[in-house]
T-cell receptor, first 117, second 114 residues
Framework: AQKITQTQPGMFVQEKEAVTLDCTYD???????LFWYKQPSSGEMIFLIY??????QNATEGRYSLNFQKARKSANLVISASQLGDSAMYFC??????????????FGAGTRLFVKA | ETGVTQTPRHLVMGMTNKKSLKCEQH?????MYWYKQSAKKPLELMFV???????ENNSVPSRFSPECPNSSHLFLHLHTLQPEDSALYLC?????????????FGSGTRLTVV
C-alpha cells in the first residue's frame, strides 16, 4: 500500500537561508510520481514541483528543488533563499502509475514552515 | 482568479439541511477530485471523476453524493451531515492522459456543521 511520511510537524528558518523539508514514501509500484504542494493560510493548495520515479535528474523549479533518493525512498524538498512569503504548510504527495489509472494521489500530514525575519 | 473555482467559500449548515458545493475548472482538464481536509489529518481523497466517469473512495459515507455533469463542473451534494464532517473541502483538477502532472486546486469550501 502507498504511504507518505512527513516527520517534521513544524520547521523554522531564517529569511534568506535554505531549508529542507523531509518526505519518505513507500510503494511497491516501480512507476510513481512525487509531488510537493504549498498551502498558505488562505487554504488554496499550490503545486510546486514534480518528480517521476524514472527521472534521472532531480527536479528543480526556481527556488524549489527535490532531493530524490530512490533507494532510500525519500523525496525531500529544498527551498533556497527563504522568503517571508514561504511561510505555509507544505505537503508531500505520491501517485502510483505514470500515465493511466493513477488517480489516487495520497498526501502526507504536512510540515508547517515558519520563516523568520 | 484561479483556474479552479469553488463556491461557496464558507458554509454553515445544520445536520438536517441539504446543501451543495460547487467546483468549476476553466483549464480543459479531464479529471476532477474532491478532497477533505480535517484538522491534524492528511488530506483524504473522497471522489475522483475521470472523463466524467466516477472512481470512488468506498469509505465515503452516503451522506456525501458527488455529481459531474460535464468535464468542467463538479458538485458535492450534502445531506444529514454530522459535526465531524466539518472540514475544508478541496476540489482539484488535472490532465491525466498525458502523464503525472500536479493538480490545480481550488480555494476550498470551509464547512461547519452545527
Amino acid at each position: 500500500a502507498q504511504k507518505i511520511t512527513q516527520t517534521q510537524p513544524g520547521m523554522f528558518v531564517q529569511e534568506k537561508e535554505a531549508v529542507t523539508l523531509d518526505c519518505t514514501y513507500d510503494t511497491s509500484d516501480p512507476s510513481y510520481g512525487l509531488f510537493w504542494y504549498k498551502q498558505p493560510s488562505s487554504g488554496e493548495m499550490i503545486f510546486l514541483i514534480y518528480q517521476g520515479s524514472y527521472d534521472q535528474q532531480n527536479a528543480t523549479e526556481g527556488r524549489y528543488s527535490l532531493n530524490f533518493q530512490k533507494a532510500r525512498k525519500s523525496a525531500n524538498l529544498v527551498i533556497s533563499a527563504s522568503q517571508l512569503g514561504d511561510s505555509a504548510m507544505y505537503f508531500c504527495a505520491m501517485r502510483e502509475g505514470r500515465y493511466t489509472g493513477g488517480f489516487k494521489t495520497i498526501f502526507g500530514a504536512g510540515t508547517r514552515l515558519f520563516v523568520k525575519a | 482568479e484561479t483556474g479552479v473555482t469553488q463556491t461557496p467559500r464558507h458554509l454553515v449548515m445544520g445536520m438536517t439541511n441539504k446543501k451543495s458545493l460547487k467546483c468549476e475548472q476553466h483549464l480543459g482538464h479531464n479529471a476532477m477530485y474532491w478532497y477533505k481536509q480535517s484538522a491534524k489529518k492528511p488530506l483524504e481523497l473522497m471522489f475522483v471523476y475521470s472523463l466524467e466517469e466516477r472512481v470512488e473512495n468506498n469509505s465515503v459515507p452516503s451522506r456525501f453524493s458527488p455529481e459531474c455533469p460535464n468535464s468542467s463542473h463538479l458538485f458535492l451534494h450534502l445531506h444529514t451531515l454530522q459535526p465531524e464532517d466539518s472540514a475544508l473541502y478541496l476540489c482539484a483538477s488535472s490532465q491525466e492522459v498525458q502523464g503525472a502532472y500536479g493538480y490545480t486546486f481550488g480555494s476550498g469550501t470551509r464547512l461547519t456543521v452545527v
